[in-house]
């Protein structure tokens, strides 16, 4: 009697043990840009515009758990090749911009490149690299970010993450030349990480299991 006593007491602590714990988990979601451009002669690529880059993304979903952080990352990258014209040319790269969260501005970032040479002269890949990334702590909300932020991530509709410049947002000046190719690439990354607790169970099922697993130790048998 004292060990199946042990026993369900052992059981009861090991299933009392699991009420209240907690995992953590994390969402992510990716939207990818891609665009190339080829031409020749003087004039101006533009791979984004003043409206930059946007996606469209769904708010944290609070039934899920409880949300701790935010993360979000842009990478992108303007790769430009070709060649000079009869008279020479040249080439210059542009990817700069702001960061939104609809239309609050959080962070900013950007580069540039060039190339040129005589007539006829290959210019190899320039490349102009932005990387923004921002991890941001529910609990800061206010002090080392708009509180704003936060809500439209824990909202109820769905909103945008934009890259954008002034004028343009990632371009391609050239001059004279015989032929040029502009690719953009890049992506927006968003990742929520949150906490959901593991159903409880509840007392009485503890009880009502105790006593089943009690009465499976104490079955009578008949001979």
Request: hydrophobic fraction near 35%.
């Amino acid at each position: 009697m004292k060990t199946c006593k042990k026993q369900w007491l052992l059981t009861y602590m090991f299933l009392a043990s699991l009420a209240g714990t907690t995992e953590a988990s994390t969402i992510t979601y990716v939207t990818n840009f891609n665009n190339t451009q080829t031409t020749s002669g003087s004039g101006k690529i533009i791979h984004a515009g003043a409206s930059g880059l946007t996606a469209n993304f769904a708010p944290f979903t609070a039934s899920l758990g409880t949300l701790q952080s935010f993360y979000i990352g842009w990478s992108v990258d303007v790769t430009t090749s070709g060649t000079t014209g009869g008279d020479g040319g040249s080439l210059s790269i542009g990817n700069a911009g702001n960061t939104y969260v609809n239309a609050t501005s959080y962070n900013g970032n950007g580069s540039g490149g060039s190339g040129g040479g005589g007539p006829n002269t290959n210019i190899p890949a320039k490349t102009a690299t932005t990387n923004i990334s921002n991890t941001f702590l529910v609990s800061d909300a206010g002090v080392t970010y708009d509180p704003a932020i936060l809500a439209v991530m824990t909202g109820v509709s769905n909103f945008d993450l934009s890259y954008k410049g002034s004028p343009n947002t990632a371009y391609v000046d050239f001059t004279t030349m015989a032929n040029i190719t502009s690719t953009l690439t890049g992506s927006v990354t968003l990742a929520y990480d949150y906490v959901n607790a593991v159903p409880e169970p509840s007392t009485g099922f503890l009880v009502l299991l105790g006593l089943g697993l009690l009465g499976v130790r104490h079955r009578p048998h008949h001979g």
